[in-house]
């Protein structure tokens, strides 16, 4: 089905009346008071206990909203056999078999979280429920069909017919599955999509003790011309459409938020949900165009830039496939060369790539081009690619159509399709994927994909949340009160405004004074005093089960009065702890580091008529990445010849927060 721009400018006002959506047409709402934050600022959709443990100033958060399981059409037929709710029980502390499994039924090892998470979202590929019910029940009138067969070849070897079904700008069902029309595989979906509701809410602690929050999800998975262009349906409560809307149904996003309004919002009672882009850094452009060249009028691109703000307030920045804050020399942008961006970067200009017997060497898309194969790592990069330089895009799309069109938050995720939600630590990860399950595979770098050597364990979303309810959590989600790191839990926090204290980083309530004279990450500052620069009250705590911080970056980007996009990375705190080296054998830091690093900056190059984001980035000192940790815990005389690769042998984990605007005013 798909809307015309005018009926989706209907609802998208209409979402921004219901969800009060920030970003949406009219005024943004201000910061809630501390007052309305105890006297509750949760509002409930469900029946439910309040949290014991609750605060006006929030609590982080961290979890996974990116899990596949046996559910997922790429994870069955290769080994996992691991369900949604299993994945629950990982997420809040019980061990859990890793695949491959033995002849015997033994599973290649087992796995468990040092930490429990406190949150988490299976989302499984909605893509092929009602396949993957028909073609593994033996009582199926289609178990026998070939396409059937060969779904359940071993190792996955039968999956290319259902890889270019997502591939497809016109996705087709298969007609021996699901007949000509591909009723019966949709009205076989509904088994799967139950099954995950139902073990989401037995997961799900409504108590007062507010131990794990689980929510409905699942992935909408579309890879049109095999550029990465996948998103995860996350839902606030238990009141959802009764079938999971998929790429074969909806193409486009635009026909994707479409549905969710007709099917969601206007079609259940009480359903509220979002949508969030994930790795972006492989889809060639496709993800993320420019606003401006894409419609007919003005108005239907305002109106639309609108509705995907209601509709995504946030993005993946990181996780199992790669960074997608980032990437140095991007077309049309100025700013110095940043070398975090290259940590965990998937894709290099320069790279010969080769492909079906031909080779292709990777480049920079054209402006507006949108290339093909970005998934495989073989397309072209575009600027709009990354978290950085597509904000910018939102604000040179604001100076045409007066709506920023990527007003992004950020989480990050694992992506794990071996149900282990949030396994994100160097030393004992052991892959994301089924292949991965064994060592030298895992070591090893592929040429067509984002899987073993030139993947990374995955990273966690953070969230700053009244207490630990889907409400909370969902709220904060919507609001972009939201972080994302590279797997540790850092806590991140960035306040905007004009008058903090000069001893704010030393208050009891540093918290309290952030909401009282500033607005949260995720929000908007606009004009302040005659004369002042904006300050970016910043702050971050280390994970304790980690290593100390190394700094705290502000990340700026703006817009002059040119149309010209620029960045900085301002260095805010933590000067002192830069000189120092890793022991290759032992990981050790010969420096210094922070276990908290606090300051207020100051912009010192402001120009109150440029439109401006900033977000901060807290950065720990260095760490042996998990390819090589993996090998100096084995003797130096039984480290396979794997271990002697190009990979890099140290990572800086970090986080990054949601950013804050400032708006000039008109």
Known sequence: MTLDHKTLGVRAAAICSLVFVVGCSGPEPSPPSLAKAEEGFVTYTENREMCDDRTATRNAYFGDLHIHTAYSYDARPRGTETTPADAYRFAKGEPLPVPPYAADGTPFAIQQLTRPLDFAAVTDHSEFF???????????????????????????????????????????????????????????????????????????????????????????????NANNYHRNVIFRNDKVPERAISYIETPTDQELWAQLTEQCFDGVEGCDVLAIPHNSNISSGAMFPSYVAGFESTESAAEMAKLRNAMEPIMEVFQHKGNSECFNGLPDILGAPDELCEQEQVRTVGRVAETFGSKTTIRFCEEGEIGTRGFSRFGCISKNDFFRSVLLTGLQDEAVIGVNSYKFGVIASTDAHTSLAGATDEHSYQGHLVPEGDFDARMTERQGGVFGLNSNAGGLAGVWAVENSRDAIFESLRRREVFGTTGTRIKPRLFGGWDFAKNACVMADKAAHGYAKGTPMGGDISDGPSGTSPQLFVSAIQDPDAAQLQELQVIKGWVDDGGQSHYKVFDAAGHENHEGETDLETGAWSGTGSASLCTVFEDPEFNPAEPAYYYLRAVEVPTLRWSWAQCVALPADERPAACDNDAPKTVQEMAWTSPIWYLPSK
């Open 130 to 224: 009602g396949e993957m019910t028909l073609c593994f029940d033996p009582e199926s009138p289609a178990y026998d069909v070939k396409s059937c067969q060969l779904f359940r070849q071993e190792n996955g070897e039968g999956l290319l017919p259902f890889f270019r079904i997502v591939s497809s700008p016109d996705p087709k069902r298969m007609a021996d599955v699901c007949g000509e029309d591909g009723a019966a595989c949709f009205e076989a979906s509904i088994s799967l999509w139950q099954s995950t509701q139902d073990m989401a809410e037995a997961a799900y602690d409504r108590t007062s003790s507010c131990e794990f929050t689980s929510f409905v999800g699942y992935e909408h998975t579309g890879t049109p």
